[in-house]
Structure formats: C-alpha cells, structure tokens
C-alpha cells in the first residue's frame, strides 16, 4: 500500500536531515496508528535504529476485524463501524493481500524489540479490542508499554481537543510521555 511506502519516506527525510532516531517521537491515531506500528516494524526488521517512542490513539490494529469490540461498542461508537472498516480495508489493501500481513494488520506482527509505547483508547469505541490486544501482544514481548483506556470516549477523542478537558488530558499525559522519552 502506498501509505506503507510513505510512511518510510517521511522517516528517510528526517534522517537525511541527520536528525537522530533517538530524538523522534512517531506516532498516529486509527490506521495511521496501525501505520505507525508498521514502520517500526519494517525498521526494525532492516536493522535501522528506531524512533524513541510511539504514540498511539485508537489504533486500528488488525484488519481482519476479529475483535470482538467491533460489535459490542458498536452502539456506543457514533464514529467507527465494521462495515465502514471493511469499506477502507478493501480500498487500501492490494488485491489478492491477505488481511493478517503483519504489514497491514500488526496485531499479527513481531513486536521484539520495539521502543516505549503509549496507547490511548476509549473505552467506549470499537477498536479497543485493537488496542487492547495489540497491548497486551507488546507487554508480552517484553516492549515497555503504557495502555489507558479512558472511560465514556470514543474513537479518537483526543482529536477534538478543544472542546473535551479528556481530549486536553489526553494530549498532556501523550507530551509527558514523549518528554520523557526523547
């Protein structure tokens, strides 16, 4: 997918500019969240250093839409539904790609390695299952990872910042966490 592709060129700018790793934080909410996962992933797996931390709201972490979240939150979320999910799975992956590669769903990915992690999700949103998941697959895997899950917030929340003191919250614990990484 072309967003996989971009993703590493971003990366390769900001190396170009002799920016170091180590003074990167990246991060993305829904699939660029799941974006983001995949680029430390691909870095990884080529042996490149990797960013100081991730940052991830509502991530969207396995396109084969197992989670169990996607229907019980399904009336509380007013944002993300299943089939809209299948809609932008079918446009975005490659014909013929299977949903569990690891390069569009990381939830099915090795996570070795990876750097610190923040995940933010809402416990009222469809994807937590996603988030919560893809947590507990990083805490297994020994990557340093800070899980919270906000009570009565949907999908992405933190987006609307200026008018939700959770969304507020959010963004502050988020630069704590970055501060204290980069």
Not at 46 to 71: F, H, I, K, N, Q
Not at 166 to 173: I, W
Request: charged share 20%.
């Amino acid at each position: 997918p072309a967003a996989y592709e971009d993703a590493l060129t971003a990366w390769r700018f900001l190396r170009s500019e002799a920016i170091p790793a180590s003074h990167v934080a990246v991060g993305g909410d829904s699939a660029g969240a799941g974006l983001t996962i995949t680029l430390i992933g691909r870095l990884h797996d080529a042996r490149e250093e990797l960013p100081a931390c991730a940052w991830l709201v509502s991530p969207w972490t396995d396109l084969t839409m197992s989670g169990s979240t996607l229907a019980s939150k399904a009336v509380v979320d007013p944002i993300i539904h299943k089939e809209y999910l299948n809609e932008l799975a079918d446009a975005y992956l490659p014909t013929g790609m299977n949903r569990k590669d690891p390069r569009v769903s990381p939830l099915y990915g090795d996570v070795n390695g990876f750097p610190p992690i923040l995940i933010q999700v809402g416990s009222d949103e469809t994807l937590l299952d996603d988030a919560t998941r893809f947590a507990s697959a990083a805490g297994a895997a020994d990557v340093r990872v800070t899980l919270e899950i906000w009570p009565d917030m949907i999908h992405a929340w933190p987006l609307w910042n200026a008018h939700l003191d959770d969304g507020r919250r959010a963004l502050v614990n988020a630069c704590a966490f970055i501060r204290a990484h980069l």
